[in-house]
């Protein structure tokens, strides 16, 4: 089986210290650490399973600058086969909708069975996989957690409202979006990255791919920040401080003063 998965490089939010930058529409990216979208992580793991039990390879895709190929590395360190990197100046502040164009022309360019992205990365809209498949006229399943190959089908399940699962039998290619959970990653040690430091990794622009510089990117998003910020607190909202045990025993004493316990 052919398998596509579609990552994202995004802030480590266990190693940062978030601020907004000067014109408040966005986080101050200097100095920031990175790695991998957690979600698609769980992707790429995913793929690697299903390979290991059918055979095929897996393609690692991202779109970003220069500094993206790193996430494209670890993911090879982690069992994919190859990486393919998207960058072009064109397609700096795309939307949604114009990363989901450029990676159906990426996809248009190979012959794909399958086709995975996390359900979400770090701005948490978790709409470019259904877009992809919208793009694509492939069939699609958000929030997998779990993945039963047949023959020329498989089996995913889904998580539903109120804890519930269901089952659906998708006709391939399709595209699925992954949701943490249904699996476990593998650790990826310090001799995979080595092995794979020096693998070239293709770089494909606007160009390259057949996309129309004035569709993505700034020129064609639909959507723009406008705003980012913290939300004032509301009315009878308090923040707890103190040490773990002060807060829990303070939490612990407002809830039985309001007959919460």
């Known amino acids: ?7 994202k490089r995004v802030p480590d939010t266990a190693e940062n210290e978030f601020e907004l930058n000067s014109e408040g ?18 992707a790429v793991e995913e793929a690697i399973q299903i390979v290991d039990n059918l055979g095929g390879s897996i393609t690692v895709v991202t779109v970003g600058d220069d500094e993206a190929e790193e996430v494209l590395r670890r993911e090879m360190a982690m069992g994919a086969n190859n990486g393919v990197l998207l960058s ?26 399958l086709i995975l992205t996390g359900a979400q990365a770090d ?10 498949a919208a793009m694509l006229d492939y069939p699609y399943a958000s929030l997998v957690n779990k993945i039963e190959p047949a023959d020329g089908k498989i089996k995913v399940g889904r998580e539903i409202e109120g804890g519930n699962q ?8 399709c595209v699925l979006s992954i949701q943490t959970g249904i699996n476990e990653p593998r650790y990826v040690g310090i001799r995979g990255i080595r092995k794979v430091a020096s693998v070239e990794i293709p770089v494909k622009g606007a160009g390259d791919l ?7 990117g700034e020129a064609g998003a639909k959507i723009k920040r406008v705003d980012y910020f913290v939300p004032d607190l509301g009315d009878g909202a308090e923040m707890l401080e103190g040490s773990t045990d002060e807060i829990i025993e303070k939490l612990i004493e407002k809830l039985k003063a309001k007959g919460g316990l």
């Open 210 to 216: 057949g996309v129309d510089a004035g569709s993505v």
């Open 25 to 42: 529409n966005d986080l101050d990216r200097d100095d920031l650490v990175y790695s991998v979208n957690e979600w698609d992580n769980y």
């Open 1 to 7: 089986m052919e398998i596509l998965v579609c990552v």
């Open 166 to 173: 269901e089952m659906n039998e998708i006709e391939l290619p």
């Open 123 to 132: 701005e948490g809209a978790g709409q470019v996989g259904g877009m992809l």
């Open 88 to 113: 072009d100046d064109a397609f700096d502040g795309s939307d949604g909708r114009g990363i989901a164009a450029i990676l159906k022309a990426e996809v248009e360019k190979g012959k794909y069975d």
